[in-house]
C-alpha cells in the first residue's frame, strides 16, 4: 500500500510573471517613496523659502514701501492679541465653523458622489443640480441665507459646507468612474455581489481620488471663511480682519492672514499624512 502523496509545493513564480502583491501586503515600498533623505531635502528647500519670503517683506519697507508693515510690526501686533486672548479665540471660532462645515460637507458629498457614479439614475437625477450650484459661487448666496437662516451660526456653516460639498462631490463621482473595469469584472466572475464588489473594490479604488477632493474642499472652505463671516461674526479671524479694516489696521490684517494661511496649512498637511497612510498600497511616481 503506497503511502499518500504529500501535497505539491507551489512553484515560485518566475521574474517575468511577478506574484501579485494585495493592497498594503507587501514589506517592499512602492516605488516613488520619497526616504527620509527626500524629505529633509524637502524640508531645506521650505525653510530657505520662508526665509527669502521673510527677508524680501523685511526689504520692502526700506524700499519705500512703507505702506505694508513690517515683519516686526506683525509679529509685536499677534504678540498684543495672543497676551490678551483674542487671536485663541477669533482661530478657535474659524477653526468650528471650517471644521463643522467641511465635515458636514465631505459626509454629504462622498455618498452623493458614489451614487451618481454608482447608479445612471442617480447620476442624470443629480448632477444637473450639482453642475448648476458649481457655477454659483457660494459667496452669492450670502444675502439668501441671510433671509432664510438669519444671522446665527447657521449660514455661515451653510455657506462653508456648500463650498466643501461641491468641491467633494465631483472627486468622489471622478473616483467611481474612474475604477478598472477588469477589477469589477474579475471580482463578478469570482462571484462577488454588489455590495461587496462596492466595498472591497470600489470604495478601496476611490480613495485616492476622495482624498484628493477632501483637500481641495479644505481649501475652498477656508477660502469661503471671511465672506462666511460677514453675516454679523462676534468673532472669528475674518471677523478681526474685517473690523480692523474698518480702521486701517494693517498688521491686525496680517495676523489674520498669516494665521488663516498657517491654519490652512497645517489642516492640509494632516490630510496629506492621512492620504498616504490610506493609500500606501498605491503605486507612485
Do not use: C
Amino acid at each position: 500500500m503506497t503511502s499518500p502523496s504529500r501535497p505539491l509545493v507551489k512553484e515560485a513564480p518566475t521574474p517575468e510573471a511577478p506574484a501579485p502583491v494585495p493592497p498594503g501586503g507587501g514589506r517592499a515600498a512602492p516605488t516613488g517613496r520619497r526616504g527620509p533623505r527626500a524629505l529633509l531635502s524637502s524640508l531645506g528647500l521650505n525653510l530657505v523659502a520662508l526665509a527669502v519670503g521673510l527677508g524680501v517683506w523685511a526689504l520692502l519697507n526700506p524700499l519705500g514701501y512703507d505702506v505694508l508693515p513690517g515683519p516686526g510690526e506683525v509679529l509685536s501686533r499677534a504678540g498684543e492679541m495672543i497676551a490678551d486672548g483674542t487671536l485663541a479665540d477669533d482661530a478657535l471660532a474659524s477653526v468650528r465653523r471650517v471644521l463643522t462645515g467641511f465635515a458636514l460637507g465631505t459626509l454629504a458629498a462622498v455618498p452623493v458622489g458614489f451614487l451618481m457614479g454608482w447608479y445612471p439614475v442617480a447620476r442624470g437625477l443629480l448632477e444637473p443640480y450639482v453642475q448648476f450650484f458649481r457655477t454659483v459661487p457660494p459667496l452669492a448666496l450670502i444675502p439668501l441665507t441671510i433671509v432664510l437662516m438669519g444671522i446665527g451660526e447657521t449660514p455661515k456653516i451653510f455657506v462653508i459646507f456648500l463650498a466643501a460639498f461641491l468641491s467633494s462631490v465631483l472627486a468622489a463621482f471622478q473616483g467611481v468612474v474612474g475604477v478598472d473595469r477588469t477589477l469589477i469584472d474579475a471580482a463578478r466572475v469570482l462571484g462577488a455581489k454588489d455590495g461587496t464588489i462596492f466595498l472591497k473594490v470600489v470604495v478601496p479604488a476611490s480613495a485616492p481620488f476622495i482624498l484628493v477632493g477632501m483637500r481641495i474642499g479644505l481649501g475652498s472652505a477656508w477660502g469661503t471663511l471671511v465672506a462666511a463671516e460677514l453675516i454679523a461674526a462676534p468673532e472669528g479671524l475674518g471677523f478681526r480682519m474685517q473690523q480692523a479694516q474698518l480702521y486701517y489696521d494693517l498688521p491686525t490684517i496680517f495676523v489674520g492672514l498669516i494665521s488663516i494661511g498657517v491654519l490652512g496649512l497645517l489642516m492640509d498637511r494632516l490630510l496629506l499624512v492621512a492620504e498616504r497612510r490610506l493609500t500606501h498600497w498605491q503605486e507612485t511616481r
